[in-house]
């Protein structure tokens, strides 16, 4: 290690206390703050390039960056040799041979939001003259987070492949793009006047591929990837391209970075626009961005666009960390010219990190409606992906152990798509030697019952099933979206009714008091009547609803159907054996056995029968019986696919009403799917369901109003 760990909490705090100085306005400071940038640059760069360990997210290593670039740009007489600024990032090693590129790959330059991108196109408008009223076309694709390949063909057949290394040079590494499926060997550019073409592209590993790659590592008993960049780069350095071939690498090209005619032409003004190469370079057998892919009429649309896709990130198949805004027209591009380090044509809107660090402050214990006790970090408060977050799972104990993460601790936190945050590691050389291990309860924080962990679980719970904890848990989640979907008795309303003695088992949801919430602060005459309605409304829902809304460990929505289509009434999952239960395709036997121990439970037995003294609806409803709906239903035994953003309802949402309707909700686009709704900027599985043409296209709308003629 380069740095004392003394120099790493200095260094660590300072760029901390940079991020949130503003560039001075005297040049004296000016310059002191810049020598404080590049020393903390130089040792981030250090810990994500050597260690590849970095302590600070890439959203706050840009902003160090650019702070230290705008000072620079200010005072350009302040600019050291050995500034950061002054060199084109390489991952050069020395295990290939070093091989130059045909014209030079550039970086990109980084903005965050739609005031940088419309203070770009400004500087689009002044270096080409176009005017204001004249809208310039942009691409904007996917920001794929892989790794950089050049891929030269001459004569058609692929001759070289090389990382990006600094721009100027890369390593020859041809032999493992050959094991590349993706990458032609050979392609066709003759046929439309090209001698020699260089494109760039990126390697990566789609996600779901990535996943099974690392649990086969796991079975094997080797060390996980940490990500699948990681696992992409390194696949792509392999002494032996069989090893490239097992990592099962995909490969997109964005850019056709250099082509000649036979006498040495340049060929990108004939071809005329990037949308155009790319078309062609996919007719040829590349593969381009589809899905994320859109040719933008002006810079509004591809802000739009950009914002669209930030939203809904997780959905796509490959790990993307931005989107990137293209200038279109080749002749433009040329008028923009590039820096040393980028392009002037073309943009990255990168996404709010989801990664941050910040001090663990205390550990607490939650038990969950199941008894299962997890530990939630309580954070001192950081901003990420857009939100500021005080606290954050750390899963289970042995997750605890195997970090040694501790009280006091400065830990790296992540936030991926809506999911909870939670802690990702320790920064060990950030310690003071301060820090407290995490004390693990050895009984239930709330009844003080021991707690057990089952065998081959990683997870210790509280057996006690009347445990207050866990039965507030259990009510909330009973009247919640995913339980019985009452309106207006959300997690606030449940406790507050709980703390005043009023809910104790979920039958008592069926008997509250409405003349005495009609009194509680807040509500009224009409909101109590409202949530009466709501109340009385969910004692009709179907059974499998109600299956789903009593907690049953390993029992969510799926299982719940599966056992509402095979019963008259609830009470008859009483006499099946675990035999029975595992009858069912689709349950194992652990869920039978949890099935048959909370039908062992006298208590739960005695609280449906009060449910249903209630008036809770305990029987097969239509809605439960399997292929309910007759031919005259327009939804009935289709098979159905969503794709894009949909305005009025989340994808979940629709999915539901859809099976609702009888129809079978399918994941990808075959020729077995009869409909396909398409919302706000769909991606290749449209265009998929054009080409075969057997598929019936719906918008949002048409989609609504067929589920209305449904009634
Ligand atoms: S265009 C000269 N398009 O992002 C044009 N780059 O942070 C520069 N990247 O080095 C490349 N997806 O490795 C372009 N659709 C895309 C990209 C993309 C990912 C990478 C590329 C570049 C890095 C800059």
């Known amino acids: 290690m380069r740095y004392t760990e003394a120099d790493q909490r200095r260094l660590y705090h300072l760029s901390k206390t940079l991020l949130q100085r503003e560039v001075p306005t005297d040049k004296e400071a000016a310059a002191q703050m810049a020598a404080q940038l590049r020393e903390v640059i130089n040792y981030h760069e250090y810990r994500y390039y050597v260690l590849d360990d970095p302590v600070v997210s890439d959203y706050e290593y840009d902003m160090l960056y650019k702070k230290l670039e705008a000072i620079e740009t200010q005072w350009p007489e302040l600019v050291t040799p050995d500034s950061p600024t002054q060199r084109v990032s390489s991952d050069l090693s020395h295990d290939f041979p070093t091989v130059r590129h045909l014209a030079p790959l550039r970086s990109l330059a980084n903005s965050y939001n739609a005031a ?59 032999p493992n793009a050959k094991a590349i499926r993706a990458i032609p060997l050979q392609a066709p550019f003759s046929s439309v006047g090209i001698a020699v073409a260089e494109l760039r592209g990126e390697v990566l590993i789609r996600k779901d591929v990535f996943k099974k790659l690392n649990e086969e590592r796991i079975a094997q008993g080797l060390e996980p990837f940490a990500n699948a960049r990681n696992a992409a780069a390194g696949g792509l350095r392999m002494k032996d391209p069989r090893e490239t071939a097992s990592r099962h690498l995909d490969a997109f090209v964005y850019t056709l970075n250099y082509a000649v005619d036979a006498q040495g032409n340049d060929m990108h003004h004939p071809i005329g626009t990037h949308d155009k190469a790319m078309q062609l370079v996919g007719r040829m057998g590349f593969k381009v961005p589809t899905e994320g892919h859109k040719v933008c009429k002006d810079i509004h649309e591809a802000i739009a666009f950009c914002e669209a896709w930030e939203q809904q990130r997780d959905n796509f198949p490959y790990e993307i960390d931005g989107m990137v805004v293209k200038v279109n027209d080749y002749e433009l591009r040329a008028r923009c010219g590039s820096t040393e380090h980028h392009p002037r044509w073309a943009m990255a809107y990168k996404f709010k990190a989801r990664q941050a660090t910040t001090k663990l402050l205390a550990v607490e214990f939650q038990v969950g409606r199941t008894g299962a006790v997890t530990p939630v970090a309580k954070l001192e408060p950081v901003h990420l992906a857009g939100v500021t977050i005080s606290s954050a799972s750390l899963h289970n104990e042995d997750f605890i152990r195997s970090r040694d993460i501790r009280i006091g601790d400065t830990v790296l936190v992540e936030r991926a798509g809506d999911v909870i945050p939670y802690v990702v590691k320790p920064l060990l050389e950030l310690r003071t030697g301060q820090e407290r291990p995490i004390e693990f309860p050895r009984h239930c924080p709330v009844c003080h019952t021991p707690l057990f962990r089952p065998p081959g679980e990683a997870i210790w719970r509280c057996i006690n099933n009347q445990c207050p904890a866990q039965v507030l848990q259990r009510i909330i989640y009973h009247v919640s979206k995913d339980g019985m979907d009452i309106e207006g008795l959300g997690k606030a309303n449940v406790e507050r009714f709980y703390q005043l003695g009023w809910l104790r088992s979920l039958a008592d949801v069926y008997r509250l008091d409405y003349d005495k919430i009609t009194q509680l602060d807040g509500f009224g005459p009409k909101s109590a009547e409202n949530l009466r309605q709501a109340i009385e409304r969910a004692k009709h829902n179907p059974l499998h609803k109600l299956i789903a809304s009593l907690s049953i460990p390993l029992v969510g929505k799926k299982v719940a159907k599966l056992l509402a289509q095979r019963v008259y009434c609830i009470f008859d999952l009483q006499q099946w054996t675990t035999a029975d239960f595992e009858q069912i395709d689709g349950i194992g036997p652990a869920v039978a056995q949890s099935v048959r121990a909370f039908f062992d439970n006298e208590s739960n037995l005695r609280m449906l029968r009060q449910m249903e003294a209630l008036g809770v609806n305990m029987c097969q409803t239509e809605e439960d019986k399997p292929h309910k709906r007759t031919a005259h239903s327009p939804l009935a035994g289709k098979t159905i696919l969503f794709t894009g953003s949909l305005e009025h309802m989340t994808r979940k949402e629709a999915q539901e009403k859809a099976e609702a309707a009888g129809a079978v909700v399918l994941s990808g686009v075959s020729k077995k799917l009869d409909i396909l709704v398409v919302g706000n900027n769909p991606g290749s599985k449209l265009r998929k369901a054009q080409q075969l043409g057997s598929v019936q296209i719906l918008s949002e709308k048409e989609f609504l109003e067929l589920l209305e003629q449904e009634g």
């Open 116 to 174: 940088d991108l419309l203070e770009w196109e400004r500087m689009v408008r002044r270096l080409t003259g176009v005017p204001d009223e004249q809208p310039i076309e942009y691409v904007v694709e996917p920001k794929f987070d892989g790794s950089s390949i050049a891929l030269v063909y001459e004569h058609d057949l692929l001759v070289r492949a090389a990382t990006r290394g600094n721009g100027v040079e890369g390593e020859d590494i041809t």
